[in-house]
């Protein structure tokens, strides 16, 4: 069974930065993408960026691209996210998900780490 952890979330001045990492375990083939969502309160869960293991391809939604940063090590199972010049309305639950081999839809999910940004 797929397993995703996340964690590295924590509390930051505006202009600070945090990396979140996600540990990937239970997989027998390598996912086709994985990434980073985000839920604030009160809204609704925001894709953040995409990494395609084996690619060099990377997608940044619009509001983080130029700031954050996704990376992956196959070897180690783990994805990351760094998050520089960070915006209090980059406050929100940071979740990291995965695609199966088979497919491109998010199919596995962490339980998410709590990312908030002070002004």
């Known amino acids: 069974q797929v397993q995703l952890v996340e964690s590295g979330g924590g509390s930051v001045q505006a202009g600070g930065s945090l990396r979140l990492s996600c540990a990937a375990s239970?997989?027998?083939?390598?996912?086709?993408?994985m990434g980073w969502f985000r839920q604030a309160p009160g809204k609704e869960r925001e894709w953040v960026a995409t990494?395609?293991?084996?690619?060099?391809?990377?997608d940044y939604a619009d509001s983080v691209k130029g700031r954050f940063t996704i990376s992956q090590d196959n070897a180690k199972n783990t994805m990351w996210l760094q998050m520089n010049s960070l915006k209090p309305e980059d406050t929100a639950m940071y979740y990291c998900?995965?695609?199966?081999?088979?497919?491109?839809?998010?199919?596995?999910w962490g339980q998410g780490t709590q990312v908030t940004v002070s002004s």
């Open positions: 990494i395609y293991p084996g690619s060099i391809v990377r």
């Open positions: 998900a995965a695609c199966g081999s088979r497919d491109y839809v998010y199919t596995y």
């Open positions: 239970g997989y027998t083939a390598r996912p086709n993408c």
